[in-house]
């Protein structure tokens, strides 16, 4: 079965910072690009961040562009968000998800294989 995995979720004060960690199962990740977004309670899923599976691209929404930071660790199957200055509007389910194409990187619709979601809130 083809898996994706999120973890590090979590309740953080403003301000504090969260590593998420997505690992594959079912297949490598070496030659996937691999995105994240979010979710937050009655609004559409939103693209966060994005990198290519040549390791030398990264693609970042505006919101989130300065703070957070996409890396991935092909030896590891695994994908991390390091989320820095963690705002109340962060609070979402983030997902990871990923994808063998060259097309929608930004897009919910670019990406075949899913996660679960881990929650993170943000909150004093």
């Known amino acids: 079965q083809v898996k994706l995995e999120e973890s590090g979720g979590g309740l953080v004060q403003p301000g504090g910072s969260l590593r998420l960690s997505c690992v594959a199962s079912g297949f490598t990740l070496d030659y996937y690009r691999i995105g994240w977004f979010r979710q937050a309670p009655g609004k559409e899923r939103e693209f966060v961040a994005a990198?290519?599976?040549?390791?030398?691209?990264?693609y970042y929404a505006d919101s989130v562009k300065g703070r957070f930071t996409i890396s991935r660790d092909n030896a590891k199957n695994t994908v991390y968000l390091q989320m820095n200055s963690l705002k109340p509007e962060d609070t979402a389910i983030y997902y990871c998800a990923a994808d063998p194409t060259n097309w929608g990187i930004r897009e919910v619709g670019g990406y075949s294989y899913w996660g679960q979601g881990t929650q993170v809130t943000v909150s004093s």
């Open positions: 990198i290519s599976w040549s390791v030398s691209s990264t």
